[in-house]
């Protein structure tokens, strides 16, 4: 069965540093990608997808991601992180094997950025 | 704007109360998901349905019940609520064709702790 790991359960980053969110997911094979964000006491939003094409996806804010299929990775950067970037971001997964057309999250990972 | 409404955004009862959590979205959308979201744990999906008068359970196992009479209606139901119901229930929907690499839109969300 398809699985998703987040390696960092929190990252703490000082404002206009760059961060990368690391996303592993167990198959490579038919997948689609994405990258949520949940704000708090908000519902998540979809930051970006990689469906197929280009491996390098950009999405919303300024964030963009990787698509790795050797090392079967999509991890999410952003060159130079603001205060209003503190959320916490969900890797997802779907895919012929992820049970129809469910979608499998990760954990999270807490991105606190510091004044 | 979200398009997807739940409500009540907070609830605190008593063991064994009744209780059902609402769920709507404007988008016309057939697919709807119910998911659990604990701290620091993946989103765990509980129901789902395909559309009118279809609805399925998740991988994680609940003693919630779901209907859905009207597409963009989709309440989830506790007849007895227990400190382990105690969570966080995220609704969210898709659209119909593309299954596999639609967005989920998520509503924001219902706290629900039970004493």
């Known amino acids: 069965a398809q699985s998703v790991t987040q390696l960092d359960s929190q990252v703490p980053v000082f404002e206009e540093a760059p961060v990368e969110l690391r996303c592993n997911y167990s198959s490579s094979v038919s997948v689609y990608l994405f990258w949520y964000v949940q704000y708090p006491n908000q519902g998540l939003q979809l930051l970006l997808k990689?469906?197929?094409?280009?491996?390098l996806v950009k999405g919303i804010n300024g964030f963009e991601a990787e698509f790795n299929k050797s090392q079967t990775s999509f991890h999410l950067r952003k060159p130079s992180v603001h205060i209003s970037d503190t959320a916490e971001y969900f890797c997802?997964?779907?895919?012929?094997?992820?049970?129809?057309?469910?979608?499998?999250f990760g954990a999270g990972t807490r991105l606190f950025v510091k004044a | 704007e979200a398009d997807i409404y739940q409500t009540p955004r907070y609830l605190v009862i008593g063991t064994g109360k009744k209780i059902t959590l609402e769920c709507s979205q404007t988008m016309g959308h057939d697919k709807m998901y119910w998911y659990q979201q604990d701290p620091g744990m993946e989103l765990h999906l509980i129901h789902y349905?395909?559309?009118?008068?279809?609805?399925e359970k998740g991988d994680l196992s609940s003693e919630s019940t779901v209907s859905r009479i009207r597409t963009e209606h989709f309440p989830l139901t506790l007849e007895s609520a227990r400190p382990s119901h105690t969570s966080q229930y995220l609704c969210?929907?898709?659209?119909?064709?593309?299954?596999?690499?639609?967005?989920?839109?998520f509503g924001p969300g219902t706290r629900l702790t039970v004493l």
């Open positions: 997802a997964v779907s895919g012929v094997n992820t049970g129809g057309f469910k979608t499998i």
């Open positions: 969210a929907s898709s659209e119909s064709t593309g299954a596999l690499y639609n967005e989920q839109f």
């Open positions: 349905s395909y559309g009118v008068n279809s609805t």
């Open positions: 990689y469906l197929s094409g280009s491996t």
